[in-house]
T-cell receptor
Framework: AQSVAQPEDQVNVAEGNPLTVKCTYS??????LFWYVQYPNRGLQFLLK????DNLVKGSYGFEAEFNKSQTSFHLKKPSALVSDSALYFC????????????WGLGTSLAVNP | NAGVTQTPKFQVLKTGQSMTLQCAQD?????MSWYRQDPGMGLRLIHY???????DQGEVPNGYNVSRSTTEDFPLRLLSAAPSQTSVYFC????????????????FGPGTRLTVL
């Protein structure tokens, strides 16, 4: 069965420093991987996705994610964090084939300190 | 475009009451889904639909019913509310026929915060 894990409940980073939010996955076929962000009292917003091709995927708001097949990871990164990046971040996975569902990680709370 | 709209924003029910959470989208998306979000549990899929007239169960379907009579609307019905159904409910939609919608960007509504006493 497919699954996704976000090993850190919370990440703290100083403004201007690089940030990484980790995600690992388990699927039986080719993975389709997504990152979403949730600001307080709001619905989720799409950041980026990996389907195939380049392992480095660029997305919204200066975020990027690196797909690593050997480590089954899809970590979210940003070179220079902003206070406004403080939010809840979710990783999700869908495997190829007839399974038509997305499976979500539990979320990582990112706090960027001024 | 209004995107994905959900009503109501807040609701308080007593145990045993029934109600319907409304979800509508104006993007002509085939794929729609309902999630619940609970602290420490992330997002859990309740039901989803790949098009009008087609629905399927997600991870936590018990106590909820759905129907999809039009492309635009995907209401979620609580048959007999229980305190365990206290949660924030999100509706989402994406383009793509059949199951292809789950490969694509999901557009989320603002959520309904439900409390069952």
């Amino acid at each position: 069965a497919q699954s996704v894990a976000q090993p850190e409940d919370q990440v703290n980073v100083a403004e201007g420093n690089p940030l990484t939010v980790k995600c690992t996955y388990s699927v039986s076929g080719n993975p389709y991987l997504f990152w979403y962000v949730q600001y307080p009292n709001r619905g989720l917003q799409f950041l980026l996705k990996y389907i195939t091709g380049d392992n480095l995927v660029k997305g919204s708001y200066g975020f990027e994610a690196e797909f690593n097949k050997s480590q089954t990871s899809f970590h979210l990164k940003k070179p220079s964090a902003l206070v406004s990046d403080s939010a809840l971040y979710f990783c999700a996975v869908r495997e190829s084939g007839n399974n038509r569902k997305l499976i979500w990680g539990l979320g990582t709370s990112l706090a960027v300190n001024p | 475009n209004a995107g994905v709209t959900q009503t109501p924003k807040f609701q308080v029910l007593k145990t045993g009451q029934s109600m319907t959470l409304q979800c509508a989208q104006d993007m002509n998306h085939e794929y729609m889904s309902w999630y619940r979000q609970d602290p420490g549990m992330g997002l859990r899929l309740i039901h989803y639909s790949v098009g009008a007239g087609i629905t399927d169960q997600g991870e936590v379907p018990n106590g909820y019913n759905v129907s999809r009579s039009t492309t635009e609307d995907f209401p979620l019905r609580l048959l007999s509310a229980a305190p365990s159904q206290t949660s924030v409910y999100f509706c989402a939609s994406s383009y793509g026929r059949g199951g292809q919608g789950s490969y694509n960007e999901q557009f989320f509504g603002p959520g309904t915060r439900l409390t069952v006493l």
